[in-house]
């Protein structure tokens, strides 16, 4: 009875994967092919809209009116020239400083303060604008997730008919993102083609696009995290390099007039003077094992050696190992009593002990739970300048007794931020400087008084070698300290 259950639900499953293909082929306006596509053009822009909030809450948006209307300007233009030119595409500056620049469906194009930093031209800009234009006029997004749709219908359908199966869904799963990584370089190389094409349409230089990745390159290079071409759903920097160039060398051969494309390197490196740099202290930094929020006012102690990462919407601290991890996030009710009803009704905690106390004067809840039998957790909601803060600490249940000191440590830490060297603490800023005489990147950088310990890194800012010429009235990025202003 029990297998004749199975065979009718895949032969069902069979029944759908046929109607999707008969029923569900579209057009791509890119290359003109039908193809499967079981995302409709009204959920794209419905994935958008929700999408486009969540990106906001995570990074925040960096407030530069005139960066703004330059990505408005160009993007806009360039969605007219589009393989989709009736998309209503939306531009958005995040206030993070990773190098990064992401399209999701819909026509939302996002940049980060991070990868404006390292432009060095408006056409290095307009080459990643139409990559990322190119993801969504190709219909990439939608593309993924059909493919995704049915490859969890065939794994369903193989759930349902193998019982050895379900003990490797895990592997399954895992072996399913490799597959799909090879859809991710084919759509990374069509939108680099796609970048070329649309930047040379609105006239600029796509050679200048090709240059970007060895800025691209160094920073992998630099971070120790370069990853080889193979495994990464990029196409490795300097292979990029090559085929940009080709392409766009093709591409300018169908212009009629290829030396006047634009660059305009003096006008963008005036647009970006002033530029916020780097990790912003102001959202929380951490300085001898101590987390710091100068915007908000509160600090607490960090375990020695764990890592921390910082983010618009938590914070995130592990040790190396990953056996444990605390968890720092704003709690949305307004009182202790309902962000203890949430926190433990959201994860279905099953609570072993919960006591009221003061943290530093300040009212507080702890409640030792089990989220599910293989973890446990200590979590503290404090009370603090109108807020709620939610600090969870979790690891295995075996394991929780050696993690829980280290856990009650940080958390009852927790407390009023007043030193004023810890508050006044701010982001490096981008200051343009003319080069005063010629000579070297290096020479020039140390005229401007730039630490010895910064220059390579200043060098791959200005997209340049730290021995490449500079000359008198050239213009050059520099850091300087933020002041708040």
Known sequence: MKNNILRQRFSALCLLLIALFVYSCARNPVTGKRQLMLVSEKREKAMGLAYDPQVIQEFGLYDNKVLQDFINNYGKRMGRISHRPTVDYQFRILDSPVVNAFAVPGGYVYFTRGIMAHFNNEAEFAGVLGHEIGHVAARHSAQQQSQQILAQIGFIGAMLASEKFRQYSDLAQTGLGLMFLKFSRNHESQSDKLGVEYSTKIGFDAHQMAGFFNT???????????????????????????RVNQLATKEQAKTTSPKNLNVNRDKYLRMIDGLVYGEDPQLGYVENDVFYHPQLKFQFPTPKSWQTINSNSQVQIAPKDGKAAIIFTLAGEKSLAAAKQAAISADSLRVIDSRNLTVNGNDAISITADLNPQVRLLMYLIQYNGNIYKMTGLSETPNFNSYEGTFTNCFRGFKSLTDQSKINVYADKIKIVTVAKDGTLADALRANNQPSAKLEEISIINGMQLTDKVTKGMLIKTLVKGDGK
């Open 216 to 242: 691209i390159k160094r920073i992998q290079d630099a971070s120790g995290s370069n990853v080889p071409t193979f495994l990464s759903t990029h196409p490795d920097p300097g292979d990029r390099y090559v």
